[in-house]
């Protein structure tokens, strides 16, 4: 019903920048929520940031303010992950999910999102 495809990641220095696209397809709410997780070897998955599509909403992990931004461009139907002054402990697996609304109060939690992408790596060296 709705596919997600990430792309943007490669190997960066500490330091640098990476942008994260996620392209939304198929059937889409018009005002969905789309969040980007992130699973490192041997963790859980986790939240990074979360906006919906009308972008009056967004969520930022504490380890990521400041130094991400989540956004969207409606016309290309694609969510981006901005990636700034990054670490070697941001890397990890990242995740693009959406599903057909927004929590205010949940928007941190994996399991409201029905629809998840297959991932892009982010490898930052020390």
């Known amino acids: 019903q709705v596919q997600l495809v990430e792309s943007g990641g490669g190997l960066v220095q500490a330091g640098e920048s990476l942008r994260l696209s996620c392209v939304v397809s198929?059937?889409?709410?018009?005002?969905?929520?789309v969040a980007w997780f992130r699973q490192a070897p041997g963790k859980d998955r986790e939240f990074v940031a979360a906006?919906?599509?009308?972008?009056?909403?967004?969520n930022y992990a504490d380890s990521v303010k400041g130094r991400f931004t989540i956004s969207r461009d409606s016309a290309k139907n694609t969510a981006y992950l901005e990636m700034n002054n990054l670490r070697p402990d941001d890397t990890a697996v990242y995740y693009c999910?959406?599903?057909?609304?927004?929590?205010?109060?949940?928007?941190?939690?994996?399991?409201?999102?029905?629809?998840w992408g297959q991932g892009t790596q982010v490898t930052v060296a020390s």
């Open positions: 198929g059937r889409a709410p018009s005002n969905i929520a």
């Open positions: 906006i919906n599509w009308s972008a009056v909403f967004r």
């Open positions: 999910a959406a599903w057909g609304g927004y929590s205010v109060t949940y928007y941190y939690r994996a399991p409201l999102y029905d629809y």
